[in-house]
């Protein structure tokens, strides 16, 4: 082993000290923002949670990027390289669980939202790792940039593309995503779908449904044949394409005419230029949706979403500390607890994941995550850390289960040491940034990244607030008040 390769591992075992260290501060952000459970563009507690243990270990925080007001990207340090890392922490509707019981318990009934993916893990395992890899670099006059994002509203694919057409993430040399997965892992290559997230506004006349019909202009009528013409469309589109949609405002009342209707669409499939394709298309479905109902009707763009994609040399620079750091060690209880969740959910009865899995090239999958964005932009890794249990079904209750519960917390010192190390290496290696570069330049070829969002086009901040206020109130009881405390 060089003295070079020597060094950089003692930095690393620094980092790993300072996480192990203070791995009940990384388990108290997860903690903390698994009750407050907020959904995505209403994450302020969650917010202003993680900035305050970003500042607290010296980092300057800017909140508010792009109009998004739960936003934040926080920078501690100077000069290039600039590397980043980026996460989301939202919730999902109707999603509350006790966490540590293996069967269907809501926190609170009635349908608050939960966190039933992770998000509150990516967050833990994020700050953790950027915390860890800003003190050795302290400790060891590392000279570089080190940026953390906070993106709300990841389930409905907003921050990351105002980020960028803002300029807030220009001048990242590499960037790295944290995820929760139920591995220890991470991938190369074309991962998830691309979307667009639009809604269609039809505009008519209102009056009485009885009395004097013919006087209107029916905009929930145009609503509908906007769905039946796009759902005999799909008999022409690409097999690999994935459209739905939910309608945000159908009319008031049975007895008025709806004036004013709303369907929310998304547009996915396997690069941007199909997704794009399909909107189109529906557009002039609508056109002659609001033509048959002598309506007008309006999109408003809420997202655009490439498809994310990992970067070859990010990957192999993950892999090699995934084998560094290796899975967690698990106990007799987490084994039981996992056990009896794929038991009641009928899923294979395994256990915890317990071994690393190669690196291997990522088959795409129809989900979507904004990240995919920046991954076209900037050269991007991929970091999977293992707080689901294996066989839970995202967005359901048996996925919120192992969330704040040890299975979690050791994840999230997993997955931080995985960061740390990696972020590390692209600091002290010029060489492997370098061929990080290259190979991402080589991987997108010509297919440069471009934003399609409106350049006057502004996040949607008021999304979630009403279910929000409706549920935070009972919702407070849990809230964890300690702050985190960096030793």
Not at 29 to 50: C, H, K, N, P, W
Not at 217 to 235: E, F, K, P, S
Not at 464 to 470: A, F, I, L, S, T
Request: include cysteine.
């Amino acid at each position: 082993m060089s003295e070079k390769n020597t060094k950089t591992d003692q930095i690393k075992s620094d980092a790993f000290k300072y996480i192990d260290l203070n791995k009940t501060e990384i388990a108290k952000i997860g903690d903390a923002v698994f009750y407050f459970a907020e959904l995505g563009m209403q994450e302020f507690r969650t917010s202003d949670y993680t900035a305050d243990a970003l500042r607290k270990a010296g980092f300057e925080v800017e909140v508010g990027i792009s109009g998004i007001p739960p936003a934040w990207v926080a920078t501690w340090g100077s000069g290039t390289p600039v590397i980043a890392v980026h996460c989301e922490a939202d919730a999902i509707p109707k999603c509350s669980q006790v966490p540590g019981i293996p069967e269907e318990k809501p926190l609170i009934e009635g349908g608050a939202p939960g966190h039933a993916e992770g998000h509150n893990t990516n967050i833990a395992a994020m700050i953790g790792g950027a915390v860890a890899a800003k003190r050795v670099m302290e400790k060891e006059h590392i000279r570089g940039t080190l940026k953390v994002y906070f993106a709300p509203a990841e389930e409905q694919n907003i921050s990351r593309p105002y980020f960028l057409r803002d300029g807030h993430m220009d001048g990242i040399d590499a960037t790295f995503h944290i995820h929760v997965s139920d591995e220890l892992s991470t991938t190369y290559g074309i991962r998830q779908y691309g979307v667009i997230s639009v809604e269609f506004i039809f505009r008519g006349k209102g009056t009485h449904s009885a009395v004097s019909p013919w006087l209107g202009r029916n905009a929930l009528d145009a609503v509908v044949l906007m769905d039946v013409g796009w759902g005999l469309m799909r008999q022409q589109l690409e097999p690999s394409q994935r459209s739905h949609r939910v309608i945000d405002n159908g009319g008031d009342q049975p007895n008025q005419i709806p004036s004013y209707t709303k369907a929310w669409w998304w547009f996915r499939d396997i690069n941007i230029d199909l997704a794009t394709a399909n909107f189109e298309k529906a557009k002039k479905i609508a056109e002659g949706a609001a033509l048959m109902t002598g309506c007008t009707y309006e999109t408003n763009i809420l997202a655009v979403c490439w498809p994310t994609r990992a970067n070859r040399a990010m990957a192999e620079i993950i892999q090699s500390n995934i084998e560094m750091v290796e899975m967690p060690q698990w106990s007799n209880e987490e084994e039981t607890l996992a056990k009896n969740l794929q038991q009641a959910i009928h899923a294979p009865i395994v256990g915890l994941q317990k071994r690393i899995k190669p690196l291997k090239e990522a088959i795409q999958s129809t989900s979507c995550n904004d990240s995919g964005s920046v991954s076209w932009a900037i050269p991007t890794g991929r970091i999977n850390f293992p707080s689901n249990v294996p066989g839970c079904h995202f967005h359901t209750w048996s996925a919120a289960v192992s969330l704040a519960t040890t299975i979690a917390h050791k994840a999230e010192v997993n997955g931080a040491k995985v960061l740390a190390a990696s972020m590390i290496d692209l600091f002290i290696d010029a060489s492997l940034l370098d061929n990080v570069k290259k190979t991402f330049s080589d991987e997108i070829g010509t297919k440069k990244y471009f934003s399609i969002l409106p350049k006057d086009q502004k996040p949607p901040v008021n999304l979630n607030r009403d279910e929000m206020e409706k549920w935070r109130p009972l919702m407070e009881k849990y809230y964890i008040k300690e702050k985190v405390q960096w030793s």
